[in-house]
């Protein structure tokens, strides 16, 4: 779902959709409740396999101790079949208990390990989550700076056009003219620097 969502452009950024990752989380959630019964079944199956476990050590027990009576009828040893017997019972309980231990050892490590994949979906939901949250906000950021600065465009587009609408500032005063006497002698006066040229 996240490599085909689109991309922020010039950014590691990915747009997920939002509704569509709550759905797969819901997901993920109700399908840890069949995980586990899933476990819940297994470990019912262990406990039968124990039940049958002692069920035919019981069946062995009294073979046994049918065999032995029978040794003990012929042979009068007594005291050694009980003493096998005490040996067998106690071995089969060593076994039972072991087996019993053992599954109860693979129960925990199994709820400890759904619990641990349950924290880690819960925590990469939450950094997902905040990635987009930030990703968002980067892109909002982003749309905000340039509808700022073309706003700012059309505040000084408004500003040159007032400035041309308003009217042109009056001229100074021209300086006073020259009287028509002293023109006329400065255009009498020949230019110095004609006549050197001249006699040059």
Do not use: W
Not at 119 to 128: F, G, L, P, T, V
Not at 189 to 194: G, L, M, T, V, Y
């Amino acid at each position: 779902m996240i490599l085909d969502s689109p991309r922020i452009p010039l950014s590691r950024r990915t747009i997920v959709d939002e509704e569509h990752l709550l759905d797969q989380l819901d997901l993920i959630r109700l399908s840890l409740p069949t995980a586990f019964q899933e476990a819940s079944e297994v470990v019912r199956e262990k406990e039968e396999l124990l039940l049958e476990a002692e069920q035919y050590a019981q069946e062995i027990i009294e073979a046994a101790e049918q065999r032995a009576a029978q040794i003990l009828d012929e042979m009068g040893l007594l005291r050694q079949a009980e003493l096998e017997v005490q040996q067998i019972q106690q071995r089969v309980q060593q076994e039972c208990e072991a087996a019993r231990e053992q599954t109860m050892a693979d129960i925990e490590q199994m709820r400890r390990r759904a619990q641990q994949e349950l924290e880690e979906i819960r925590q990469m939901a939450i950094a997902e989550a905040e990635d987009i949250q930030s990703g968002a906000d980067d892109y909002a950021d982003s749309v905000l700076k340039d509808m700022e600065q073309q706003l700012l465009d059309m505040v000084r587009v408004i500003r040159n056009g007032r400035q041309q609408l308003q009217p042109e500032p009056t001229p100074a005063p021209a300086k006073p003219r020259e009287t028509n006497a002293g023109s006329a002698a400065n255009r009498a006066a020949p230019a110095p620097k004609s006549s050197e040229r001249s006699k040059n």
